[in-house]
């Protein structure tokens, strides 16, 4: 059965939410219309002008509850825009553009094993390589052909290193395996829950224990995941807009060194303060090529979001 809520496009924008990099399990299947999975279930969501409708198989008596964390709905975006807008015209201008912009509240162990698959990777890649995992190691979601994300224990040992390289995992087989079995051995979902109550640069370098995370996935990690919202996830798009509207003297840098990576990082958090990754997920939305001419006060763009946009963490 399908249920609804009321929210307009500016308190989310799901086309920008779901397609912009922050998860690979969704599609728009038709305009307005998206299909994923999370929290064990398969998701239909259509949104319209002044309500979303949605549907979760199979369904649960706390299925809205589920999807407005998910979405971060009890967060007031309107509020933060207007904070942001105040700090920063660059901000405001980018803001006209893309509202509606929330960052996911996603399943942590999902999260780092996704953004693992991330390196060096595109969209469509990435997708593919996620669906994959769940296929072969997650529970299938009754009366759909789609599958649960896998649970941790699933994805240790020898065979599954194997199997994904079969399945054209490349070098990121070992390094899913491998952080399978580290997160275990730290303590599983302890381990993950103490991460959200450590302070964020602590919870970082744990995650950086983990095999195939880096700076980038770890800050990924800590703003999709772990309520840690400051965290800059710095690739070159976001090196470009700093260097463009922010920090001028980057530009004699060609790479992003640790020393630029920190930088940025932190003069974001300084103009944004405690939401810094959030904000400047808007700013990075902006920037991208492919969605260039898209205005979410229509709802429009010059031509589809390309799956191949953006190289991920």
């Known amino acids: 059965m399908m249920r609804k809520f009321i929210c307009t496009r500016d308190q989310i924008n799901l086309k920008c939410v779901l397609l912009g990099g922050q998860c690979f399990r969704w599609k728009e299947i038709a305009p307005n219309e998206y299909a994923g999975v999370f929290a064990g279930g398969f998701w239909t969501l259509i949104q319209n002008d002044d309500h979303i409708v949605y549907k979760r198989v199979p369904s649960t008596d706390s299925d809205e509850e589920s999807l407005f964390n998910y979405l971060r709905m009890d967060e007031n975006l309107i509020e933060y825009y207007e904070k942001w807008s105040s700090s920063d015209p660059t901000f405001q201008k980018s803001a006209k553009k893309f509202k509606g912009i929330r960052m996911l509240r996603q399943e942590p162990v999902e999260n780092i094993l996704s953004f693992i698959c ?92 983990l095999p195939g995370v880096g700076p980038k996935v770890a800050d990924c990690i800590c703003l999709m995941s772990l309520e840690h919202l400051e965290a800059v996830p710095v690739d070159t798009h976001v090196f470009q807009i700093a260097c463009q509207n922010y920090l001028p003297h980057l530009k004699k840098y060609k790479t992003v060194t640790d020393r630029v990576y920190n930088e940025i990082g932190d003069y974001f958090r300084s103009l944004f303060k405690v939401n810094a990754g959030w904000a400047h997920t808007v700013l990075f939305l902006d920037d991208l090529k492919n969605f260039k001419g898209y205005d979410s006060n229509n709802d429009q763009m010059d031509s589809k979001i390309s799956s191949k946009r953006r190289k991920k963490c």
């Open 118 to 209: 991330s390196s060096n990777n595109n969209i469509t890649r990435i997708s593919s390589m996620v669906e994959n995992m769940c296929s072969l190691y997650g529970e299938n979601i009754s009366g759909t052909p789609y599958f649960a994300f896998p649970n941790i224990e699933s994805l240790m040992g020898a065979k599954v290193e194997e199997e994904l390289k079969k399945a054209k995992f490349g070098y990121r087989a070992k390094f899913i395996r491998q952080t399978a079995e580290k997160i275990v051995q730290l303590g599983g979902n302890k381990w993950i829950d103490k991460l959200k109550i450590m302070d964020y640069i602590s919870a970082k370098k744990e995650l950086m224990l």
